[in-house]
């Protein structure tokens, strides 16, 4: 009943800006945080950046100053805007979005299909 649509991904030299979109379809009462992951090749997810309801924001200290997180809680979407990209930014990224679903007022964790950002010159 929920789903979470990403686009953006693509190939973007070092140095470059990508900005990634997600939004959150379905029978939703409810968007709690949204965040966006990142799984390199060979390594664990990990949080990028988080933002809560109210727009308090979290990021990983290896994305700070280059990467900013922003959500309209109107459309359910949140974004990924990211500057200065490097090779080790490389991975899949995934939206995830905590939902209260309407139908059932049970929370879930919903997660995006990912997409791909390659840095490479």
């Known amino acids: 009943q929920v789903q979470l649509v990403e686009s953006g991904g693509g190939v973007v030299q070092p140095g470059g800006s990508l900005r990634l979109s997600c939004a959150a379809s379905?029978?939703?009462?409810?968007?709690?945080?949204m965040g966006w992951y990142r799984q390199a090749p060979g390594k664990q997810r990990e949080l990028v950046a988080s933002?809560?309801?109210?727009?308090?924001?979290n990021y990983a200290d290896s994305v700070k100053g280059r990467f900013t997180i922003s959500r309209d809680n109107a459309k359910n979407t949140v974004w990924l805007q990211m500057h200065s990209l490097a090779p080790e930014d490389t991975a899949v990224y995934y939206c995830?979005?905590?939902?209260?679903?309407?139908?059932?007022?049970?929370?879930?964790?919903?997660w995006g299909q990912g997409t791909r950002v390659t840095v490479s010159s």
């Open positions: 995830n979005a905590g939902v209260v679903v309407s139908t059932t007022y049970t929370y879930l964790e919903q």
């Open positions: 379905g029978t939703i009462f409810r968007v709690n945080a």
């Open positions: 933002i809560t309801s109210a727009g308090s924001t």
